[in-house]
């Protein structure tokens, strides 16, 4: 167990629909990252969080957006989806080391699959 | 542009011998190299990490070593048990752009 959060498990929609995954980091941890990982494809970054304000970005579509609250939790919605947006979606949370800039390890959470019929 | 590449996909070793996991990379700004382990349902485990500025490291069955005019990374697993049968992925982070960039993995199954 990582002690990163995140629900829900399982996550069935439809096209056009918009979705919110959430997750806890693990107590302490001040950055929040995101990530996709579809099929045919590794762990893709979408977006890192840290303390609140957006510190990196990967390869987050328009129609996705995330934040981070003021107890650290954070949410990644995902909008207007699409069948290709089907994918695991798994959060990683790592120290206050964060705020230079540097990580050394993240760590994940169980993940969310997400299925866009 | 696949900036670290796991380019064997899936990897059959016995049970004992050595299993050597490899990546390699393309960026020559990456700080640090990890590698992390999935079982199928979880998120992935952090297993060992790197520093750029050292060229091995250890910990317990776990050696990664690190060849950096090679841009090459490799993980060797001694003795190979079956438990560690799971997908490994390999991941390089870069203090310049904060992201952490992941391979493509590549499975392991560790026959009894």
């Known amino acids: 167990d990582s002690g990163v959060t995140q629900t829900p498990k399982h996550l069935i929609t439809a096209t056009g629909q918009r979705v919110t995954l959430r997750c806890s980091p693990r107590?302490?941890?001040?950055?929040v990252y995101w990530y996709q990982q579809s099929l045919d494809q590794g762990l893709q970054f979408l977006i890192q969080?840290?303390?609140?304000?957006?510190?990196a970005k990967g390869n987050i579509l328009e129609r996705f957006s995330a934040q981070q609250f003021p107890d650290l939790h954070s949410e990644l919605n995902l909008s207007s989806l699409e069948l290709g947006d089907s994918a695991l979606y798994f959060c990683?949370?790592?120290?206050?080391?964060?705020?230079?800039?540097?990580?050394?390890?993240?760590?994940f959470g169980p993940g969310t699959r997400l299925t866009v019929l | 542009d696949q900036q670290v590449k796991q380019n064997s996909p899936s990897l059959s070793v016995q049970e004992g011998r050595i299993s050597i996991l490899n990546c390699d990379y393309t960026n020559s700004m990456f700080d640090y190299f990890l590698w992390y382990k999935k079982y199928p349902a979880e998120g992935p485990t952090f297993l060992i990490s790197?520093?750029?500025?050292?060229d091995k490291n250890e910990d317990g069955r776990f050696t990664v070593f690190l060849n950096k005019s090679a841009k090459h990374l490799s993980l060797h697993i001694v003795p190979s048990q079956p438990g560690d049968s799971a997908v490994y992925f390999c991941a390089a982070y870069s203090s310049n752009t904060g992201k952490l960039i992941f391979g493509q993995g590549t499975t392991l199954q560790v026959k009894p």
């Open positions: 969080y840290y303390n609140g304000e957006e510190r």
């Open positions: 107590s302490g941890d001040l950055s």
């Open positions: 990683a949370s790592s120290g206050p080391g964060g705020s230079s800039g540097y990580t050394d390890t993240q760590y």
């Open positions: 790197i520093s750029s500025i050292k």
